[in-house]
């Protein structure tokens, strides 16, 4: 408890004034009571001793001496046992007051050091408080997007269409990830051997994204098959930085997109903020590629199990299913608009005969250089399928009789001019053997021909059944009226 100063200012100026007194009456000889001697003598001591509670260490010494030295005199002058029984008890209540005041110093020391002790202790335990939040706001925000990332899994895993899975990944990293201007999806273009921009998001709307093949990042990532992290592009040796006022770049995390064994793309997010991102983005955004290139490695092969359904593995036409599919909506929309829709049925002539002659490997040669041709004859918009063994459809929307016997016309002059002598070299040598012993020229055992039923909607029938019934029909009176024909009327 603090003494208050008027206290300890009362009591020095006190002591003061009784040691001058006592010192007067002193001097004053026997004329001075030795009661009133006495009194002062016994007030002086207390006073003295008191002044060590009070003041200071030095200040207390002083008043002690002071007073030892008035008393001392006073009992030397008047030698009264009285004075000298006073000056013995102050000199042993102050010999107490030194150890009691000596023991209250160290024990305030010890004090003093438990309390810095605590105090350290304290500051030491805020810290690691401090630092215990820290970690637990780290964990929370971790969790969180780990929960995130889980949901966008439960996503991917339901998506087929590779453009929609790009478009997520790409505003699925740039809010889980944060602090970025912009992200950026690039994916490589197989014809050309060069990244193309496919999906990005953006901060700002506005800014325009210039490197549509990407940068010395993008290519730096595809070169090396490793994620980067660059917090300060211009300090970092391997890039050389051109500054772009519309869109500067200061900070780069990205990673490479790998489908089996290969990089296909590169995706990267930026910032023109330094040091905008930590190796915890970087593992994160590694994992969510992951996520992402599983996601697009099955949308490719649903799309290619999806084409496999549609279409022959042979020749690559469509399928019949599907053939009649499209030929039931083309009458559908041909009826509405009353326009004309026609449908060829092409056979192959003595194609038995052909697999025969010269085995079922020359034959699946023919059949795939035939549906290259109806490919190259067929004009914009048509539709070829193999429908069957070697019999081949095509629709051809918005045409009439004259036209669609234009185009069958076509497709048999042009097999008619085609020679498969040598489609296949390793067949070459039965060729030549079963040439020699059939006693034919070269040139004909290795030419085909083909015959065509043609159809047309609405005048030869109504609907897609009936169509298909009617140019069968007009195919076989081609192969009956001597084959290598067109057949367009009953």
Request: net charge positive.
């Given at each position: ?13 006190s002591?003061v ?29 207390s ?14 010494l ?9 008393l001392?005199?006073?009992w ?6 009285v ?12 010999a ?21 002790d605590?105090?350290e ?13 820290q ?8 969790l969180?997007?780990?929960v ?28 889980l ?6 992200c ?44 980067l ?10 890039f ?29 997010l930026?910032s ?68 004309p ?60 009789r ?9 497709i ?19 060729r ?59």
């Amino acid at each position: 408890m603090t003494t208050p100063l008027g206290a300890r200012w009362l009591v020095g100026l006190s002591m003061v004034a009784v040691a001058a007194l006592t010192a007067t009456f002193v001097a004053a000889g026997a004329s001075t009571p030795p009661s009133l001697l006495r009194a002062l003598a016994l007030v002086l001591a207390s006073l003295a001793t008191y002044s060590w509670v009070l003041h200071t260490i030095g200040l207390s010494l002083f008043f002690s001496i002071v007073a030892l030295l008035t008393l001392l005199w006073a009992w030397a002058a008047r030698h009264d046992p009285v004075l000298g029984s006073i000056v013995l008890g102050f000199a042993a209540s102050l010999a107490a007051a030194a150890v009691t005041r000596r023991r209250r110093s160290r024990r305030l020391l010890r004090l003093q050091e438990s309390l810095e002790d605590l105090t350290e202790e304290q500051r030491v335990k805020e810290q690691l408080i401090g630092s215990a939040h820290q970690t637990h706001g780290a964990l929370q925000r971790k969790l969180s997007r780990y929960v995130q990332l889980q949901a966008i899994a439960e996503t991917l895993s339901n998506m087929t269409d590779v453009a929609s899975i790009a478009q997520l990944a790409v505003d699925s990293a740039f809010n889980l990830i944060g602090k970025s201007d912009a992200c950026l999806l690039f994916l490589v273009d197989a014809e050309r051997q060069e990244l193309s921009l496919f999906a990005s998001k953006k901060r700002d709307a506005s800014v325009n994204i210039h490197a549509k093949h990407g940068d010395q990042f993008d290519r730096y990532i595809l070169r090396t098959h490793r994620p980067l992290l660059v917090n300060d592009v211009r300090r970092d040796f391997r890039f050389t930085v051109n500054v772009s006022q519309d869109r500067p770049i200061s900070a780069v995390i990205a990673c490479p997109l790998i489908l089996g064994e290969s990089p296909e793309g590169v995706l990267r997010l930026d910032s023109a903020q330094p040091g905008a991102y930590t190796q915890d983005d970087l593992r994160f955004l590694d994992i969510f590629l992951d996520l992402v290139a599983t996601a697009l490695t099955n949308a490719r092969l649903f799309g290619q199990i999806q084409q496999l359904a549609v279409t022959d593995g042979l020749t690559g036409l469509a399928l019949r299913r599907p053939f009649m599919e499209a030929l039931g909506r083309e009458l559908v929309r041909a009826g509405r608009s009353r326009e004309p829709a026609s449908v060829l049925i092409i056979d192959v002539d003595h194609f038995k005969r052909y697999n025969d002659t010269f085995g079922h490997t020359a034959g699946d040669v023919v059949l795939k250089g035939i549906a290259e041709m109806l490919r190259e004859a067929a004009p914009p918009g048509a539709l070829a399928a193999r429908h069957g063994g070697e019999e081949f459809a095509v629709l051809l929307p918005r045409m009439s009789r004259g036209q669609a016997t234009e185009v069958a016309e076509a497709i048999r002059a042009l097999v008619e001019r085609r020679r498969f002598r040598d489609a296949d070299p390793r067949a070459n040598g039965a060729r030549r053997d079963k040439e020699q012993r059939a006693g034919a020229p070269p040139a004909d055992a290795a030419r085909v021909t083909v015959s065509a039923g043609v159809a047309t909607f609405p005048e030869d029938a109504q609907s897609e059944l009936e169509l298909i019934r009617v140019a069968d029909e007009r195919l076989y009176r081609a192969k009956h009226d001597g084959r290598n024909l067109v057949c367009a009327a009953r």
